[in-house]
């Protein structure tokens, strides 16, 4: 556990007057929401110095070095029912620690961190925030919906990262939908310093970046690139399909294994890369980027493939639909996943077209999803807190 130690006063006046946001997560284990959380507090230090710290409940995780001194590990027991009270209270003693005299608000990312924020704010005058990343589909119980319902009294504003996670969270957690505001992640625009690509330039490379998790469904893409493998590549001077998964997870096994098991043609363009810290870069390296999703909220991998200009199919999962405007942006797969192959050859062969559409979806991500448009929203809510 890191130890409790208050920023110096010295940078305390250097805030001016901003209040102290600690965003309250599981962990910053990489993926989606954590990269939204290491951003947005990099960011907002940025514009107000040490204003901006992330508690995480479980261990810090491989993106926690990257905030230096402004994070904590609480060592919350989750094991203990209902709740590690004595974590709660460690999480409230630290915030008031770094605040000084400012406000505290407690920015709740998903449901177990929610909780927790909740409870340390007991009996202090913090405001607590929360956003929900994903439909969550585990959490549909009556005890579910009374713990939502008791939370969201408790919480000075609710955020959903996109419509169907909203209309999610109001029919299965029983959070009235006229109390949540739905904000598009945002995330910081990085360009690429060059291109990764470990297949040869004549291999049309398709390309999935993400966690290796049940719900993205990376094996519907294995499947799909089978049936891909056995067409012609209608591109001018392209030989052939490749296929490169850029991520890591409790699915990686298996999905090597399913890879394993197709005709020796076919697997050996299969090729996965397990997590990598050049995500432009990688992205630079592909033709086409493929989100197979089974659940999705904003997806985060989506709009980074987008601002980097490579041509998107995505499933029809979440918020897909409103991220891609489907046939501008990019494109939707359709629901039956046999059919996949043949879309992904038939976008293949316009390549105008793709370029126009992701010069479309870069334009659309710097518009609508940067880190500063998100946190302008956030900004308001927390003057409202």
């Known amino acids: 556990m890191a130890d409790l130690q208050p920023v110096s006063s010295g940078l305390m006046k250097e805030r001016k007057n901003s209040a102290v946001v600690v965003h309250v997560v599981t962990s910053l284990r990489p993926g989606g929401l954590e990269r939204l959380v290491v951003d947005w507090t990099l960011e907002r230090n940025a514009r107000f110095p040490d204003s901006t710290f992330v508690a995480c409940l479980d261990e810090q995780g491989e993106w926690g070095n990257l905030l230096g001194r402004r994070i904590i590990a609480v060592g919350a027991d989750r094991a203990r029912f209902p709740w590690d009270r004595s974590a709660a209270a460690r999480l409230g003693t630290w915030a008031e620690s770094i605040a000084g005299d400012l406000p505290v608000i407690l920015h709740a990312h998903n449901i177990a961190a929610w909780q927790y924020a909740v409870l340390a704010a007991q009996g202090r005058r913090f405001g607590v925030v929360y956003t929900q990343h994903g439909p969550n589909p585990h959490c549909r119980t009556w ?70 998790s049940p719900e993205k469904r990376v094996d519907r893409l294995i499947q799909a690139f089978a049936g891909l493998a056995h067409r012609p590549c209608p591109q001018p001077g392209r030989t052939g399909w490749g296929l490169w998964i850029v991520g890591d997870g409790s699915e990686r096994a298996g999905l090597e294994h399913t890879a394993s098991s197709l005709d020796t043609g076919i697997r050996e363009r299969i090729l996965f890369a397990g997590r990598r810290d050049d995500i432009p870069e990688c992205l630079a390296g592909m033709d086409l980027f493929v989100l197979p999703s089974e659940v999705e909220g904003c997806s985060v991998a989506l709009i980074e493939a987008m601002s980097a200009g490579v041509p998107v199919m995505a499933s029809r999962a979440g918020d897909n639909e409103d991220l891609l405007e489907h046939g501008q942006s990019g494109f939707l797969l359709d629901a039956d996943e046999r059919k996949w192959p043949e879309q992904i050859s038939e976008l293949c062969a316009d390549r105008r077209r793709m370029m126009e559409m992701s010069a479309r979806a870069r334009k659309r991500a710097s518009n609508f999803y940067s880190v500063r448009r998100v946190l302008a929203e956030y900004e308001n809510i927390y003057e409202g807190c």
Do not use: H
Request: glycine share 8%.
């Open 143 to 212: 005890k579910d919906r009374f713990r939502c319902r008791w939370l969201a009294t408790r919480s000075a504003a609710i955020a959903a990262v996109g419509r169907t996670v909203a209309e999610a969270m109001a029919r299965y957690q029983g959070i009235p939908r006229d109390k949540i505001r739905v904000i598009p992640n945002g995330i910081a625009l990085r360009p690429a310093r060059g291109r990764v690509r470990p297949l040869p330039d004549d291999v049309f490379t398709v390309g999935f970046v993400g966690r290796l």
